[in-house]
């Protein structure tokens, strides 16, 4: 597996397991099942070359195609809608198209990025993958959807931050020199700025300040009545906030060695949220800004002490009073003594 370009999923295998175990019957087969399609994945990402993805500098282009419920993303016979054309009648399609045009235009319009790859790459995106697939990953190179079995989860294409979060394991792969090792603590870096950024657009789309912002990750994906969200990066953990099985650390006092990186992402997402809050209005002006200049400054297996590093680095580019908010922000999360 290639540590620095794996498939990244929304939904760890270990909460799908975890669920599989709390079920009974065909669901706790069908979970089972996901699971282990999810970790098959994560080991084999999609070997296309990334030639095919380029696109003409500054010109958005999104492709949306149809996995037919199946387990391929066949790049023929299967699109269902390109940029410019009208709605369809698939709302996961037109959700899919939305989306990912919404997570293109933050990061062009906000960020002066061209694209995923900053060189223009088109955007492909695969619905209806598989049957009941409670999940949806980037795989390096495109963006695919599961329908989710609407019992535990909903289809994947409606929650926006899900999208961009996603699409920002891209973003990440292309500005980190050799790309985020996907374990350790790296790998939960490459989870966190997956999850601020997935934030950070959904506030945008929605023209909310960081006090007004709910800071959930996946808000409405989760079919369960009492479940709120897969994770809070306001508060990390708290699983009335989230759901039963939220097990992320809001510091280092809960740090868990060895453990999944969507679990410890809660310590650099924490680290985020108190930054943003501390700078006040909205969370795509500064807080962006440091966090996505921090980027080019991390290594394969950056560590948290060196993305305090560099988002400290970055902020005092811009002034004392950021640089302080930002310090405070990894004192506070025990990343920094």
Request: aromatic share 10%; charged share 20%.
């Amino acid at each position: 597996m290639d540590r620095h370009h794996c498939t990244c999923f929304i939904v760890p295998s270990k909460v799908l397991r975890h669920l599989a175990e709390k079920s009974e019957g065909q669901d706790r087969l069908d979970l089972l099942d996901c699971a282990l399609q999810s970790e098959y994945l994560r080991g084999h990402r999609s070997a296309r070359g990334m030639s095919l993805f380029a696109n003409v500098a500054g010109e958005k282009r999104r492709t949306v195609y149809d996995c037919r419920n199946t387990r391929t993303t066949p790049p023929k016979g299967s699109l269902v809608r390109g940029e410019g054309s009208a709605p369809v009648a698939d709302t996961a399609v037109n959700q899919a198209y939305d989306a990912s045009g919404t997570t293109y235009d933050f990061y062009s319009k906000v960020l002066g990025r061209n694209s995923i790859d900053n060189r223009g790459m088109r955007l492909d995106s695969y619905v209806h993958y598989g049957k009941k697939f409670n999940n949806a990953f980037w795989d390096g190179a495109e963006m695919v959807y599961g329908d989710g079995d609407n019992k535990l989860f909903r289809g994947f294409t409606q929650a926006l931050d899900v999208v961009a979060h996603e699409l920002t394991h891209g973003v990440t792969q292309f500005s980190t020199p050799g790309g985020l090792d996907y374990i350790d603590q790296s790998g939960a870096l490459n989870e966190s700025f997956s999850d601020v950024f997935g934030s950070i657009v959904k506030q945008w789309s929605l023209k909310q300040g960081v006090a007004k912002a709910d800071w959930l990750i996946g808000a409405g994906l989760m079919a369960q009545p009492t479940w709120k969200a897969l994770r809070s990066m306001k508060a990390p953990g708290n699983k009335a906030a989230t759901w039963p099985g939220d097990d992320q650390p809001s510091t280092m006092d809960g740090f868990v060695v060895g453990g999944d990186v969507h679990t410890n992402s809660g310590i650099p997402n924490h680290a985020f949220y108190l930054a943003a809050m501390a700078l006040g209005g909205n969370s795509w002006d500064a807080a962006a800004r440091i966090w996505y200049g921090a980027l080019p400054h991390l290594h394969a297996n950056a560590t948290f002490v060196d993305a305090a590093n560099a988002t400290i680095s970055v902020a005092a580019g811009l002034g004392k009073t950021q640089k302080a908010a930002v310090t405070k922000a990894w004192k506070s999360v025990k990343v920094l003594k």
